[in-house]
């Protein structure tokens, strides 16, 4: 990656003649306050590696032009109903927020916080997305080890469960996953060994080419997440993500895979924690709504031996409820079923074909794993979703 440290731009001048009278163009004179950060138009453009604190301006227009890392000790600090437009270039294109540092995205219900595409006609995967490091525990290294993010290549992991990456509030991206390679895949929101002291409350990925949001490691709780066509998974965790997704919202679109895709640890690098330890979050509140019972598809699959509580499931339209895979070795899956540590306190089924299928080599009952209460209602996404997510 090509470093290069950006100045900030801090305003834009406009000069104009007078057109009417003798037929010239306007001037545009852009003044900043090092001698001439670059602008898009009348944008002001957001790029490469940060060493200082950046705070954007909700009335100024911003564009994402290509990879952009805020470095450790910086602070991203953006305010309620600003937009920042990312260049539709593909997985060229991302907002980092390295291991000790801050970003500060506080929307509200009627001012969210937008990242989306410059396209005139957008697409899923128009560029990357939004990926944030933090120093919590993972499942792929020991100790206060990192590993490496698959965008950027950045540090993440390390022993500090309530490291804290900053807030993420009433924030929605839009039209983000490009591509890098079939190894490396941008998400809507990426958590890579983020901390529980990191606030992550109302969000939303819409119409992403990757997952909507996929948790490597870490503690962090999250709230109130809505992810609304994703053409991969919509939630996806793995490397031993241990916190709290409260109140989840997914509906499927006519590209999609998994409602949740859940692994225990990453497969391709391994369980190498000492001891080892798998995925387990609490999950509650949670409703997933697929296209229909004949689409063939699962809501929910769990495999490589991810544990989880499961509290107030809605699933609708799908073939299959959950798909739970493994092993009696390396991916024990049915083994945390029967432990207790798998297990989903109630759930309702609506238009589901198999509520249960059992790949794991253990052997158990579907009451042995799930409880059904057809008087549930799963998550209240009328109420919290209202106003700042789009349908």
Request: some cysteine; aromatic content about 8%; glycine content about 14%.
């Amino acid at each position: 990656m090509k470093t290069k440290i950006l100045s900030i731009v801090f305003l834009s001048v406009l000069l104009f003649t007078s057109c009417g009278e003798d037929g010239t163009s306007d001037i545009v004179i852009n003044i900043d306050g090092n001698g001439g950060a670059p602008t898009t138009g009348n944008a002001i453009e957001i790029n490469g590696n940060y060493t200082t604190d950046l705070t954007l301006d909700a009335t100024k227009e911003y564009i994402l032009t290509g990879p952009t890392i805020f470095e450790t000790g910086t602070t991203l600090t953006i305010p309620a109903g600003t937009v920042i437009k990312a260049s539709a270039t593909g997985a060229d294109v991302y907002l980092a927020i390295a291991q000790g540092a801050k970003i500060k995205a506080e929307g509200t219900s009627s001012q969210p916080i937008i990242f989306t595409s410059s396209a005139t006609t957008p697409n899923a995967g128009d560029w990357g997305g939004l990926i944030i490091l933090g120093k919590a525990p993972i499942n792929s290294v020991s100790g206060s080890s990192t590993s490496t993010s698959e965008i950027a290549n950045l540090p993440y992991g390390g022993t500090a469960a309530d490291d804290n990456s900053g807030i993420l509030r009433y924030v929605r991206v839009e039209y983000s996953g490009g591509k890098a390679d079939g190894q490396s895949e941008n998400n809507g929101f990426s958590f890579y060994g983020v901390g529980n002291k990191t606030v992550i409350e109302y969000i939303q990925m819409f119409e992403g080419n990757d997952d909507g949001v996929e948790f490597f490691g870490g503690t962090v709780n999250v709230s109130n997440v809505s992810v609304v066509n994703a053409q991969d998974d919509s939630i996806d965790w793995t490397e031993g993500y241990t916190g709290t997704i409260t109140d989840a919202y997914v509906k499927h679109g006519p590209d999609h895979d998994k409602g949740i895709e859940a692994d225990g640890y990453n497969t391709d690098i391994g369980n190498n924690s000492n001891p080892k330890y798998f995925s387990k979050p609490t999950v509650t509140n949670l409703t997933i709504i697929g296209l229909g019972s004949g689409t063939g598809n699962e809501a929910i699959r769990l495999r490589a031996g991810t544990q989880g509580i499961f509290t107030n499931v809605w699933i609708e339209g799908f073939n299959e409820g959950f798909d739970l895979d493994g092993d009696q070795g390396d991916n024990p899956t049915g083994a945390g079923v029967l432990s207790g540590d798998l297990n989903v306190n109630s759930v309702i089924f609506a238009d589901v074909n198999v509520k249960l299928k059992n790949d794991t080599g253990s052997t158990f009952t579907d009451a042995d794993f799930y409880t059904e209460d057809n008087t549930l209602t799963g998550t209240d996404y009328a109420t919290w979703g209202a106003n700042w997510t789009r349908k």
